[in-house]
């Protein structure tokens, strides 16, 4: 049972243009959710997160959106750069009780095209 | 360059034989992390260590064995793997395990059963 739902497993976007990722969940005791990105030969990089008592989160390019009662986030780039090329994983957790144990998603691969 | 490194970064065995992964970080973290990604799968966790204890097995064959000598250091020991065992294996640190700090994984290894 997946409790970390990434639907879509590729994503094509025009340099220049918003990327938007999303994620849904269904595990409604996860309270901390973060976006990791990975290039091939290498392992996943953390990008941003978002707590569940906000429901945006933004750090230059990358805004994560967050809305509790459709257990759903999502994540914006703008504007897409080539080098944002990458698989990017969605993750959870549960901030108390949790540990640091991270439930993932299967990924979504991004592809910025010239 | 996250600061965990990863040997080998492929690996090809039969299921008769005996091999270990091996995971070192250079981040001065207290809590390392297997993981487990398979085709098409979310990144699944194996096991989480905490100052050098096992403080997580989630369910795991024991075919899998892991060994934690001191917090920099950590193995993954394999032997009478299945195929179905072929996978990426990842191995992550952070700062602690008992409440949110951030992972920092590595490269990973490339494991294929015959």
């Known amino acids: 049972d997946q409790q970390v739902k990434q639907n879509s497993p590729s994503l094509s976007v025009q340099e220049g243009r918003i990327s938007i990722l999303n994620c849904d969940y269904t595990n409604s005791m996860f309270d901390y959710f973060l976006w990791y990105k990975k290039y091939p030969a290498e392992g996943p990089t953390f990008l941003i997160s978002?707590?569940?008592?906000?429901d945006k989160n933004e750090d230059g390019r990358f805004t994560v959106f967050l809305n509790k009662s459709a257990k759903h986030l999502s994540l914006h780039i703008v504007p897409s750069q080539p080098g944002d090329s990458a698989v990017y994983f969605c993750a959870a957790r549960r901030l108390t009780g949790g540990g640091n144990k991270l439930t993932f998603g299967t990924g979504t691969q991004l592809k910025v095209e010239l | 360059e996250t600061g965990v490194t990863q040997t080998p970064r492929h690996l090809v065995m039969g299921m008769t034989n005996k091999k270990s992964l091996k995971c070192e970080q250079h981040?001065?973290?207290?809590?390392m992390y297997w993981y487990k990604q398979s085709a098409k799968k979310p990144l699944e966790l194996m096991f989480v260590?905490?100052?050098?204890?096992?403080?997580e097995n989630n369910s795991v064959p024991s075919r899998f064995s892991p060994e934690c000598p001191n917090s920099s250091h950590l193995f993954l020991h394999l032997h009478t793997l299945q195929p179905e065992d072929s996978a990426l294996y990842l191995c992550?640190?952070?700062?602690?395990?008992?409440?949110?700090?951030?992972?920092?994984f590595g490269p990973g290894t490339r494991l294929t059963v015959l």
């Open positions: 981040l001065g973290h207290n809590a």
């Open positions: 260590y905490n100052f050098k204890e096992q403080t």
């Open positions: 978002i707590s569940s008592i906000k």
């Open positions: 992550a640190s952070s700062l602690g395990s008992d409440s949110y700090n951030e992972q920092f």
